[in-house]
């Protein structure tokens, strides 16, 4: 969705009126201060309002003159420096304008105060100054605004640099770009962009959402990278933007320490810093990775995902969770570190193989299973299209709607691990030759069974579940080669253990699921043999 409107917040005294005074003469548009607004309507001065009407009602009048401008276009506001720790009021931001949190260090704002003419009450020093910082830092810093550095810059630059971040917007915040926002505790919520032919555009992307960047690291799936890499290349080139490229081996194998210790060794001999970033593009195991690199390279640095992948998309770019295998088990070493911002380009499917495909289809199932059935009908139409947006976007919001009420898994998160624990014993049983989707959907089919064995669900439901894999092709039986005893040992080093004992994910019925430890041994065995 395209917003015609600009958004300036921040701490009193970091420049807000005079950088969107001069954001507005660039794009002749209408400048509107909503401090003068309240001003106008009720006849006195800031600190007059509160102290004779009181904080609350002049946050209510605040608030009034944002809900009168949802229908404004082409209008750059400046609000309050307290509006947006309300939630209401980042939200009437959001629905209405790209919102920009413009920041500065305590002393920068103690100086401009002490020239400006405004009358702040509370605002004499310092120390005043950094309590308010602290009191409003999970406003500025965990909600979905665009960071602006005003650090030893004028009001002039700080202008231009947004002036040039809105206008890279435009050519991918389109009637046809389907937008969804992810929540994460702790840190900003980050846009994930639905996009045909997006990548040529990711230049775009990454000036708007970060603005000037040192330094890109583009770690790429080295097959991925033949096939999309120019239009990547070009982007980045027709802004200027300087770029190293690392080509990587995809597949599980590259998910290591060893190649984690090397590209950080490689990062720093190129001179990456933190006003650096690192893009990911490729599939599922490169956004781990990258992720990963990203989250441990210098304390953490942003990171953006370009998923090239059906398995990608609507999985591993969801969530924030970055990771890499230790010999011993899958994922073993990992962070909570989410990316500024996924784009999702559905043209990179078409160059993708169908048994790739077919592997992030595992993934749609199971989440159709969790609490979607119109997904899984769309998935039986005979013309269903893998690469339609409208398919993906749907997907993509069965994982985010769990993902954002419990973003580090302390409880809802572990539905999405249905399939999961015997998927991954199944892929280390194969030495990582088995494609995760696969592996996923011989997981669902062994979690189906083993929610009937223990009472959960009809037994019409395994039978079901066969056959939506058998409908997309997916496999059913075990390869001769693994061994269900095996396969059961090696869970065993499963990391979601609760207490030491493992937990399963079961289903009583399609959109209903549960958890269980202390499952007997031999009913898993029983499972696992159905599959042979």
Known sequence: ?????????????????????????????????????????????????????????????????????????????????????????????????????????????????????????????KEQIQELLHQRFTTYTTSSFLPVNTHNKPALQVAKEIVQRHQASSVFTTSNTKELVMACAGCAPYPMHIHQGGLQHIGSLLRFILGDIWRVAVLADKTVWQHHGNQVAHSLHQLNQPFDVWLLSGGERSKSMRTVTRLHKNLLAKGFTRDSCVLALGGGCINDLAGFVAATFARGIPWVALPTSLLAMVDACVGGKTA?????????????????????????????????????????????????????????????CLHDEHLLHRAIQVKAAIVQEDPFEQGQRVLLNLGHTFAHALEHVTNYKMHHGSAVALGLLAAAHLSYDLGHCSKTLPAYVKQLLEH??????????????????????????????????????????????????????????RLQ
């Open 1 to 125: 969705m395209r917003r015609n409107n600009i958004t300036l917040i921040g701490p009193p005294g970091v420049g807000k009126s005079s950088a969107g005074k001069q954001i507005a003469q660039q794009l002749s548009w209408r400048f509107i201060d909503t401090d003068v607004e309240v001003t106008k309507r009720l006849g006195m001065p800031v600190h007059k309002i509160i102290e004779t009407l009181g904080r609350p009602y002049f946050r209510q009048c605040e608030r009034q003159v944002c809900l009168d401008l949802a229908h404004v276009q082409r209008c750059v506001i400046a609000t309050g420096g307290g509006f947006p720790v309300f939630t209401a009021n980042r939200k009437i931001l959001h629905e209405i304008s790209h919102v920009y949190s413009l920041k500065a260090n305590a002393e920068t704002l103690v100086k401009r105060l002490a020239t400006s003419k405004q009358i702040r009450p509370g605002l004499n020093g």
């Open 324 to 384: 890499v295998n230790l010999p011993q088990a899958k994922n073993a070493v990992g962070a909570f570190h989410p990316p500024k911002a996924v784009l999702l380009d559905p043209n990179t499917l078409q160059t993708l193989p169908t048994k790739h495909l077919q592997c992030g289809v595992a993934e749609i199932i199971k989440h159709g299973l969790l609490g979607d059935n119109t997904l899984l009908r769309m998935l039986h139409q005979p013309n269903c």
């Open 472 to 529: 997309w092709e997916l496999p059913t039986k075990l390869p001769t080669t693994c061994i269900p005893e095996a396969v059961q040992q090696a869970m065993q080093t499963d990391k979601k253990r609760l207490k030491g004992e493992l937990q399963f994910v079961l289903l009583k019925e399609v959109g209903c699921a549960c958890t269980q430890t202390q499952v007997p041994p031999n009913k898993v065995l029983r499972a696992l043999s």
